[in-house]
């Protein structure tokens, strides 16, 4: 049995969870997540609890629920508190700022890159080096600050560029590393 399948869900307080056939839909204070689990997965809601169970053993179905119960985790876990990736921008003239519904970046390029807010997601910058991406879809939230980190990865000699606020960036040696041969 999957450790992680078989735990039970608990729906907090101000979130509500339907569940039709194999749609999985939950609303909260933060929004409304839907989604559509595999048909295999059998999916049950009693008053505060969801479970997920599988119908048989076979390698299909056990390696889809954990990951149902997963999905279906983050989708209650995000419309109650929601999801969010600090970034940072590291480098000498490096910032962002949100000018209306766009991220603007000056990141050692010669023209300013523009990053428009995409449905589901809040960008935040609360300084010129940091940027907040928040929103319900943990999916969403995670793929969006990838896609801003890959305007100017960090690099390895100085570590300019865009990384996540935990992220370590293993530094290398320039040249004058080599000297005295």
Known sequence: MSRIGRMPITIPAGVDVTIS???VTA???KGTLTRTVHRNMVITK??????????NDSKLNKSLHGLTRTLVSNMVTGVNQGYSKELEVNGVGYRAAKQGKELVL????SHQVVVPEIEGITIEVPTPNKVVIS???????????AEIREVRPPEPYKGKG???VNEYIRRKEGKAGKAGK
């Open 21 to 23: 056939g194999s749609t």
């Open 27 to 29: 609303k909260g204070p």
């Open 46 to 55: 009693d008053e505060n609890t969801i479970i997920v169970a599988r119908p």
């Open 106 to 109: 000056n990141v050692g390029f």
């Open 135 to 145: 929103g319900p879809d943990k999916q969403k939230v995670g793929q969006f600050a």
């Open 162 to 164: 865009i990384k996540y």
